[in-house]
């Protein structure tokens, strides 16, 4: 992998408020290695190859809409090496094809493992297993989140995010948000914006980072991959007037609540905020299926 050779483009949400806003768009990074998963894995998969596997395969962890594993196949393919995707859910083995991401990892050649909801909670004894059986396999927790990818995470700040008083992204498994912590500049506060409610994230974050200068606010809006018809409002109107689409379970529901805070009068006035595009762009087909199947009255744009 290597380091974009242009800068990721940094633009202005027009706000007509005594506080600016602007957007990272990290989801241009790469078409299909999109956002945060370029960074996240970039550090993982050099420091990998650079051990000259005789055997490459890269093993992950993700569900059915995962961007993390729909990132993995097309890193893959791009670099010829073999990927396995340890799929929740067993009920998927036999319709997988229905399913929009699975299909797009399919064809960048990705294999699957389709695993019981419960055992995919114990995702240590299934890395035990899998250690075991591809002893030359680099093998990358459920989201890309370790030690290497907060390393990674490093590249989405330059020179030009030194001036926001705030940071903003979406978080997941924690490892985005524990990266911009640790390498945010003293004066900087960071937010992180939780889709999923994980009790424990504050925890794991602080032992990633290092630091205390993140604060967690709830965005999941009912819960890790439930889209509100005010969610699908906001992302249309959103993509409608600034040409910026966003997808509808990390970044759309991260910038709704930035909006909401705003309103709010949370930021100070003068503020100078930064928001991450953490991309994830492939979930919007796989959103409008579900939502189709749901008979819901409008889809995402």
């Known amino acids: 992998m290597n380091l974009p050779e242009t800068l990721i483009p940094i ?4 706000l007509n408020k005594n506080i600016r806003l602007f957007i990272k768009r990290e989801d241009l990074v790469h078409p299909e290695i999109s956002g945060n998963k370029y960074w996240k894995l970039f550090y993982n998969v050099n420091n990998y190859l650079d051990r000259k596997p005789s055997h490459p395969l890269i093993i992950t962890f993700g569900g059915a809409f995962s961007n993390h594993i729909s990132a993995v196949s097309a890193l893959g393919k791009s670099l010829g090496i073999k990927t396995l995707g340890i799929i929740r859910g067993d ?9 929009a991401t699975l299909t797009h990892a399919h064809e960048n050649e990705m294999e699957f493992r389709f695993v019981t909801r419960t055992a995919y909670r114990d995702k240590e004894y299934l890395t035990q297993i899998l250690e075991k059986e591809f002893p030359e396999a680099l093998i990358i927790p459920e989201g890309g989140t370790n030690e290497s990818a907060v390393k990674g995470v490093k590249h989405m700040l330059d020179d030009r ?8 992204t979406a978080v997941g498994t924690g490892g985005t948000v524990a990266g911009i912590s640790r390498f945010s500049e003293v004066n900087q506060k960071v937010l992180g914006f939780k889709v999923v409610a994980d009790s424990s994230l504050a925890k794991r974050i602080l032992e990633l980072s290092g630091r ?11 819960g890790y991959g439930k889209i509100t018809d005010e969610n699908i409002r906001f992302i249309n109107w959103f993509s409608n007037e600034f040409g910026i689409p966003l997808d509808p379970i990390y970044t ?13 009068g949370f930021f100070p006035e003068h503020s100078k905020i930064l928001a991450f595009h953490t991309g994830g762009l492939q979930g919007i ?3 409008n299926e579900m939502l189709s199947k749901q ?3 409008f889809l995402i744009n």
Request: proline letters at 2%.
């Open 295 to 297: 008979n819901r009255n």
């Open 161 to 168: 995010t030194k001036s926001f008083d705030y940071l903003c």
């Open 11 to 14: 633009v202005e949400i027009p």
């Open 252 to 264: 759309g529901k991260m910038l709704q609540k930035v909006f909401e805070l705003i309103d709010e």
């Open 285 to 287: 087909k796989g959103a």
């Open 212 to 222: 205390e200068n993140f604060q967690l606010i709830d965005a999941h809006f009912g």
């Open 91 to 99: 009920e998927l083995s036999d319709k997988w094809r229905e399913n």
